[in-house]
């Protein structure tokens, strides 16, 4: 781009031109942000940092803990209490909300966040990130409770993503499309690199974890095996298959260059709804998609139309490029289980 646009300037000149953003989102945005890159410095270090292996405890969902985790978890927590944007936060890695302390004045957002998605990875250097989703308080609420955060992915304000990788980038959309954004280290700010981002509707490349085949419902194994078929099958071309176990990355990769990615429901677990967590992943994430033209479904209906029913709900999310994602959703429908 011959003009740099910082991510402060972006947001303004949304705030003049279109409206879109409220001066208090538009600083809450900016202090996420900010916390990204304190985040991204952290995960930079490395072994340097002593910021590798686990930190000797479990969250929520019984999944140790990496000591990033907490240590993400705790600069979103600082960095966004005391700037009178929200009223309260909600995380992956904390069983119920936090409040807002009484000695910081409360805005009327709430923020989630998943603080370090794709934990696993950190330790052999692989792309990870943050994820976050923002909401308004309901009107008229008292207080806030737990059911403050219980509402459909559609009322969403903003959302959005920082990935950790060769390159440090924010993903961010607030309902009028989506921009990406690079960290220049030496200025240390977040430069637009690209406005508009549009997901192909057709793609020739599928993410799922196969090691799971065994577990699949029928309408998950035809769909796999007639990518695998290739030119030789029904759907008449190959398949490049791709899983890097960081939703954040495949979900980055498939904004980038098209894509369909997969986290099904499958019997190891049969009563529960998926692995992905509703509010904190699967939402921020279908929002992005949908905004970039793509679509996002739990298999049978969309995502963003869903009701959270409690804070950490699970859910099976398929999204990406939308013939795919229609595909995927009408062989189970058509299954009718």
Not at 13 to 33: D, N, S, Y
Not at 60 to 70: A, N, R, S, T
Not at 202 to 227: G, L, Q
Not at 249 to 269: C, N, Q, S
Request: charged residues 25%.
């Amino acid at each position: 781009m011959s003009r740099r646009i910082s991510l402060t300037q972006y947001l303004i000149e949304q705030q003049r031109q279109h409206g879109h953003i409220p001066q208090e989102l538009r600083l809450l945005i900016e202090v996420v942000a900010r916390a990204c890159k304190r985040i991204a410095i952290s995960v930079n270090k490395g072994a340097l940092g002593d910021v590798l292996g686990t930190a000797g405890s479990e969250n929520v969902q019984g999944e140790v803990q990496k000591k990033l985790d907490i240590i993400a978890n705790e600069v979103l927590i600082e960095a966004n209490e005391w700037g009178g944007h929200l009223a309260a936060m909600a995380s992956e890695e904390m069983e119920g909300i936090y409040l807002v302390p009484n000695r910081f004045p409360q805005g009327e957002y709430l923020l989630m966040f998943d603080p370090l998605d794709g934990s696993s990875n950190i330790d052999v250097n692989v792309s990870i990130g943050t994820i976050f989703s923002v909401l308004k308080k309901v009107e008229g609420s008292k207080g806030v409770s737990e059911d403050d955060f219980l509402q459909p992915g559609k009322q969403q304000a903003a959302a959005g993503y920082c990935v950790y990788g060769p390159q440090t980038t924010l993903v961010l959309t607030v309902g009028d499309g989506v921009a990406m954004f690079t960290l220049d280290r030496e200025q240390g700010s977040f430069v637009l690199t690209q406005e508009g981002v549009k997901i192909p509707e057709d793609t020739k490349e599928f993410a799922i974890n196969m090691s799971n085949m065994r577990h699949w419902d029928e309408p998950v194994k035809r769909y796999i095996d007639e990518c695998l078929a290739g030119a030789e099958g029904a759907r008449g071309k190959d398949f490049n298959m791709r899983w890097i176990a960081s939703m954040v990355a495949d979900v980055h990769r498939i904004l980038t260059r098209g894509g369909v990615f997969m986290y099904p429901w499958d019997k190891r677990e049969p009563n529960k709804a998926g692995k992905l967590r509703l509010m904190y992943e699967a939402n921020p994430m279908a929002f992005l998609v949908e905004q970039a033209g793509g679509a996002a479904t739990n298999a049978r209906q969309r995502i963003l139309d869903l009701q959270p029913s409690k804070l950490h709900e699970r859910v099976s999310v398929v999204l990406g490029s939308k013939n795919e994602v229609e595909r995927i959703t009408a062989y189970h429908l058509e299954s009718g289980k």
